[in-house]
């Protein structure tokens, strides 16, 4: 196709209430391009922080890797203030009229942080390069990858695709970012993954897995210099002593606080509890459902797990009450997510519902796993589940092999999922809905010819009454046992300044939220 034959892209809808939010780190930019970065900010992480987040090829499918991902590198497309996908390397994009064509035109002077030119090729390189989870959709749907000129690359689909931008130009997928191909050839896989070399923000300066990683501004970076010189960010998956650091000082930010832990921050007048407002939910899977000699393969016993929840109570006691009970496993800032209510809280049907499926006394229904670290929620709900008759054993799991089981899905019992990617409808639904999808232990054919159809729907209502429809089914079947939307709860210490607060949960990328120190 010729150039002449593409027109400009129409852009998503920029309100911020409706735009996806990370819960990972907030990074933050000058106003003067010439104002040197200063200072150091801790950042208390729940999580491991591994070595394979430090590649976009091999990062778990997952929001929180984003927290380094979009600090040492770039995209050319990505969420950026006010807007749900902007352009970043990319100065311009386009899309054929036909929906086949994707052009994009790399904006001048962009350099990695070894100052080699970012180019079409090294595009073309890290999207071939991309194994993550998104990597068999890509396959299925983009033919290939023209590099038109240095400056110019082309991405051929073989139809259309409306979801294309979302899972290339979103948190959806890591393989939009981009990394140098010249470098990664020079000191191969292993030497990447020791110093990556990327064109964010912050470049890569030491990494001891299980314990920190340290990053640097990058003055010279194109939108504008950060404004604090060093990110040290640390493992530190005990929420007390996350919080016990903050309150020391020897940490600037405490991530994913809940119960006792938040309410600690709370109470105490020196610290700041900021709740996100992003793509985030928490919900029950039921993996054995797809078993016909289950339990949970009634769809009245999946129906009473439903009802035995009291949402608000839960929300209460790990939430603070900030995080909406729902319906549905679609975060209600996603675009095309169908707008629920929680589900109701009635422990008498939910009785009744187990009698009539043949389990007066309720039943033994295993192991219950949550998503590390994420335990108050489940031990809310497992306590419901309880007093219904729903009897389970809470396992905990190391997070990375709860990830790892899930994907290979090895799970059985009962499991709590906490997700956080963006991205719109159909990349949940691909994810967790599809039966084919990478989380998916089971679906249907209907729902699987919907998500088809849908795919390839180029206009935005009909599509939306597919997605609709899709997510409704899945409250009709009761597939899942949704929670609520998930606020992470963050502490912030004193030396992070005032204002910078006020946006911390509005802005929908990491890598653009506002840190400052006072």
């Known amino acids: 196709m010729h150039a002449t034959g593409v027109v400009s892209v129409r852009r998503g809808r920029s309100l911020l209430a409706a735009l996806p939010l990370t819960f990972v780190i907030a990074l933050g930019f000058t106003t003067s391009a010439t104002a040197e970065p200063a200072g150091d900010v801790i950042i208390a992480w729940h999580v491991t922080l591994a070595s394979s987040w430090l590649d976009p090829a091999t990062a778990p499918p997952q929001i929180t890797p984003f927290a380094v991902l979009y600090a040492l590198h770039d995209a050319l497309i990505r969420p950026l203030p006010g807007q749900r996908i902007g352009a970043s390397l ?67 689909l073989k139809a259309p695709w409306p979801d294309f931008l979302t899972f290339y130009g979103t948190s959806a997928t890591a393989a939009g970012l981009v990394v140098p191909k010249k470098y990664i050839t020079q000191v191969g896989e292993d030497g990447f993954r020791k110093h990556p070399i990327g064109a ?15 990053l640097e501004a990058v003055p010279t970076y194109w939108r504008h210099a950060p404004y604090v010189k060093r990110l040290i960010m640390k493992s530190v998956p005990e929420g007390t002593t996350r919080v016990a650091m903050l309150k020391k000082g020897e940490a600037d930010i405490a991530y994913a606080l809940d119960g006792e832990d938040a309410e600690n921050v709370r109470r105490d007048p020196r610290l700041k509890l900021v709740p996100s407002k992003h793509a985030s939910i928490y919900w029950i899977d039921m993996p054995e459902q797809w078993d016909p ?69 309720g039943f033994e229904a295993g192991d219950f796993t949550p998503t590390p670290p994420f335990i108050t929620v489940a031990e809310a709900a497992a306590n419901f589940l309880t007093s219904v008759g729903i009897r389970t054993k809470l396992r905990s799991m190391e997070r990375a092999t709860f990830l790892s089981a899930w994907r290979e899905k090895k799970l059985r019992g009962i499991f709590m999922a906490a997700v956080g990617n963006s991205g719109n409808a159909a990349s949940r639904v691909e994810s967790f809905i599809y039966s084919k999808g990478s989380y998916a232990y089971g679906g249907y054919p209907d729902l699987d010819d919907l998500f088809q159809q849908q ?64």
Request: with cysteine.
């Open 90 to 156: 990319a100065e311009s994009w386009k899309e054929s009229p036909d929906g086949l064509v994707y052009e994009f035109k790399i904006r001048k002077g962009v350099k990695f942080h070894n100052g080699d030119p970012v180019t079409a090729d090294d595009v073309k390189f890290s999207y071939e390069r991309y194994k993550g989870a998104g990597a068999k959709e890509f396959q299925e749907r983009v033919a290939r990858v023209e590099v038109v000129d240095p400056t110019v690359v082309r991405f051929h």
């Open 200 to 214: 964010g923000p912050f470049k890569f300066v030491s990494h001891q897995p299980g314990v920190e990683l340290i």
């Open 293 to 361: 000699k289950s339990p949970w393969a009634d769809k009245r016993v999946r129906q009473a797990a439903i009802l035995a929840l009291d949402r608000k109570a839960i929300n209460d006691v790990a939430c603070l009450g900030y995080c909406p009970p729902t319906s549905i496993i679609v975060p209600r800032v996603m675009e095309f997510a169908l707008q629920t209510e929680g589900a109701p809280y009635d422990p008498a049907k939910a009785k009744q519902l187990l009698a009539e499926a043949g389990y007066p006394k």
């Open 455 to 518: 795919a390839r729907e180029r206009d935005v209502k009909r599509r939306e009454a597919m997605l609709h429809k899709i997510q409704q089914v899945t409250i009709d079947r009761a597939m899942f046992i949704p929670i609520m939307d998930y606020r992470t709860l963050r502490g912030v210490g004193p030396r992070i300044a005032e204002h910078a607060l006020d946006t911390l949960h509005l802005v929908p990328s990491p890598a653009h939220e506002e840190i400052k120190l006072k």
